[in-house]
């Protein structure tokens, strides 16, 4: 009798297991994230209004949520995929499925035609066209072109930072149905644009200040993600410095362009500066606690200055 349960449970651990496997192959935590500033692209474009108790509008946040998961998620999958060998040499990813061992690389390639196609096929269908092409470009040149250049050159975070600012500009064209400038809507029909310019600037001290502080692992794995071959020099500080800052003026925009208030414009000032007093940080005291100190700068500007920007519009 305990024999036939150890057998009945056997196959319901393998489930869950496999389920597991294939979450960290999604990565939600980072892709909730990402999809996250596309639903705020979505709501910020003219025209679209939200009230708690619109049914329908939930109905439209939740699909855009969706299908960016799975698109998100197909990119991660073929990200994985690509470096499984890599992945072996680093502590952080040894553990994930396929350098672990615990899933062919075959069965992730089915996993992420899947989720890939059908959330570009999903934005398509409900929203338009346009948003759905958008969503496969930024799959493919995360995929196939920034994961092998991470290998290659630094200039893979540039090439990466492109489809990282793309999510609020697919919501944006998710609600507006172009990917130009909308002259019917006035300045603010550049809105979408200003959304990717903040999130494409974000993304290289973020970059940097992680690469920094994972540079052993990414140096057994031959990964090259600093602007510089030399951890110890300042360089990678000043970077952080320069593109921190670009994102002081940039705050402006959104309320020259009538796509935020003051109070918004606000917040993104005092994120901006914080984000750049980290960076100065970094660069003079180049070492891994100031490297973190920007890292998490990264993580709390984001979020912030999107909620600020669509606060400030509700």
């Known amino acids: 009798m305990l024999q036939q349960e150890s057998v009945k449970i056997k196959p319901q651990i393998s489930v869950i297991g496999r389920v597991r ?14 999809v996250f500033s596309s639903v705020i692209g979505y709501l910020m474009a003219p025209g679209i209004s939200f009230l708690w108790g619109d049914l329908a509008m939930w109905q439209r946040i939740i699909t855009l949520f ?35 061992g615990r899933m062919e690389h075959t069965e992730a390639w089915v996993f992420a035609a899947v989720t890939g196609l059908a959330g570009a096929a999903l934005l398509s269908y409900y929203f338009n066209i346009q948003a759905g092409i958008l969503s496969l470009i930024s799959l493919l040149l995360y995929a196939f072109v920034y994961t092998p250049m991470k290998k290659v050159h630094p200039v893979a ?4 930072a492109i489809p990282g600012a793309l999510p609020p500009l697919i919501g944006w064209v998710a609600a507006t149905g172009t990917i130009g400038i909308n002259s019917s809507a006035g300045m603010l029909g550049i809105g979408g644009w200003v959304l990717f310019a903040l999130q494409f600037f974000w993304q290289f001290p973020h970059f940097w200040a992680i690469a920094y502080v994972a540079f052993d692992d990414y140096n057994n794995a031959g990964i090259r993600m600093l602007p510089t071959r030399e951890k110890e020099t300042r360089f990678t500080g000043l970077q952080c410095m320069l593109y921190s800052l670009v994102l002081i003026p940039m705050a402006l925009v959104p309320r020259m362009i009538q ?26 005291q180049n070492d891994h606690k100031s490297a ?9 500007y984001l979020p912030v200055i999107l909620l600020a920007l669509i606060c400030d519009k509700l």
Do not use: H, W
């Open 21 to 34: 496997d294939y979450n960290q192959l999604l990565k939600p935590n980072l892709s909730g994230m990402v």
């Open 66 to 100: 969706a299908g960016g998961m799975l698109v998100t998620g197909g990119a991660n999958t073929i990200n994985q995929i690509l470096e499984r060998e890599s992945d072996k040499l680093m502590k952080r990813t040894k553990t994930r499925p396929m350098p672990d």
């Open 157 to 160: 975070v540039l090439i990466g």
């Open 259 to 284: 796509l935020s208030g003051n109070i918004g414009m606000m917040l993104c000032l005092l994120c901006g500066v914080m984000y750049f007093i980290a960076s100065v940080m970094f660069y003079r």
């Open 292 to 300: 973190r100190r920007v890292m998490f700068a990264s993580f709390i």
